[in-house]
């Protein structure tokens, strides 16, 4: 039995986790559950699943949520105090980091700093503060196996080899919605158009990085701390089939992939069982119908977002937690029609210009540049610059 803290239980991947736990119940039990806005579903969460802890961001939330769960044995907690208390719960053996965006980091590294096994999907915790974040995992022994299922994908096709024997990993990206479309063409999209993935159903936001190919960028700085790699061996395919997850290159030019249905709960599974493998009801891949497997270069000039990652990760330090914060304002201020979808990039490259890049040395510091990153991208909107 595993006790399991989930971060964004009403998520796109909090739901599919339950969805597991749900699946398997000698095997998981829920002890926290944390969300942001859902309240309705975090309330039917907890209901079903009885955790001892949930926590909520705001305080009207919390008593929300009190009203719902009148005579629920439950203690419900509002805020980043809240998360953090879940997130080291006594009980609880892993922690499935499911939060949207840099708000994951905090909690995440609190699971962390106390021992729990993390499973991670919030990928912005590593490309905010990778060094940190991997140094803290290897001095308290903390197993932290990657969820995202390109990570998941370079994972199981490591096991059993030696780390000096990788030549490069290639994450392979479906290319989104907008694969084909020109330069032209991308100026006009919506965001209904956008958030329209052809092959993975996603939260709001990774659909839209998705679309950018913000998202491969960040799985790009992602795999770099988790596997400890120079980007320069961390290669992107698109793949549009979504059917090799990734691959990892040996230096005998032998060549590891993990394929399957593109569906998040298979690596989710694997995250929570490893090593073992849990026998999931999931529709069997058939090649045979599948057919043809295609690959191609991604084009920098249409999809600049890939690009900006590679940049943010050589310029290290406080870069990457700008042009994250920068990208999250992006995201909301497209989707809310308050800029166009090239514009992204666009407002992105203009705050990591006007950054000042600082050491790592702590937390605070990757708290601080978050802020100045959303703060001077708001300003670029409101003053139309991108
Ligand atoms: P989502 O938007 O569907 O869910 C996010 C969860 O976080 C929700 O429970 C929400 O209530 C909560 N949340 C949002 N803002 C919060 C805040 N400020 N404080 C606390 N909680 C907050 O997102 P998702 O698609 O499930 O993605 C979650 C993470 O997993 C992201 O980092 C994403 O990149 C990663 N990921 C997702 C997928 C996928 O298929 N959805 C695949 C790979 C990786
Ligand atoms: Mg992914």
Known sequence: MKNL?????TGSIGVSTLQIVAAFPEDYRVVALTAGNNIALLAEQVIKFRPKLVAVVSEQGAEQLAKRLKGVDVEILCGVEGLIRCAVHADSDMVVAAIVGAAGLVPTLAAIKAGK??????????VTAGSLVMDEVAQRDVTMIPVDSEHS?????LAGQRGEDVRRIILTASGGPFRQHSLQQLESVTPADALAHPNWS???KISIDSATMMNKGLEVIEACWLF??????VAVHIHPESIIHSMVEYRDGAVMAQLGIPDMKTPIAYALSWPRRLPLDQQPLDLCRAGKLTFAEPDLERFPCLR???QAFAAGGT????MNAANEIAVEAFLSGKLGFLAIP???EQVVARHQREELVAIDKVLQADLWGRQEARKLIREGVA
């Open 5 to 9: 803290t989930i971060l964004g239980s």
């Open 117 to 126: 096994d993390i499973a991670l999907a919030n990928k912005e915790t590593l």
């Open 153 to 157: 994908a370079i994972f199981q096709s």
């Open 202 to 204: 996603m939260g709001n």
């Open 228 to 233: 400890n790699l120079p980007a320069e061996q």
């Open 308 to 310: 900006l990652a590679y």
């Open 319 to 322: 870069v990457p937690a700008v």
């Open 346 to 348: 666009r407002l992105i």
